[in-house]
């Protein structure tokens, strides 16, 4: 919320700004507008996948138990920790990606 709130602040003072004839105080308050609501949902993405993750497994230990380790680890083998990697988000899109890391690194 406080990130929106600076995107709006940000596009008041650029209005103000360039009626006032302050270029770099412009430039600033539109830098504001532009960054402010990407940073604001790229938060709320990750924050939302992390709540999933704590609401379906709870613990790193639930989680793991609940995998195909042998696949995972037979990818991981065969053609890296990356795809591997890769093929646990695919079957849970809403893992975060430090978490798929790590489980996959672990087994």
Avoid: N
Wanted: glycine content about 6%.
């Amino acid at each position: 919320m406080l990130l929106w709130c600076l995107a709006i602040g940000g596009l008041f003072l650029a209005f103000v700004s360039l009626s006032a004839h302050q270029r770099p105080l412009a430039v600033v308050g539109f830098v504001l507008v532009i960054l402010c609501p990407g940073l604001a949902e790229a938060y709320a993405q990750r924050r939302r996948r992390s709540d999933w993750y704590r609401r379906e497994f709870g613990t790193q230990e639930e989680f793991v138990s609940s995998l195909d380790q042998a696949d995972l680890r037979r990818i991981r083998d065969e053609k890296g920790l990356a795809e591997a990697v890769r093929a646990l988000r695919r079957r849970h899109p809403k893992l975060p990606l430090k978490v798929a890391a790590d489980t996959v690194k672990q087994l």
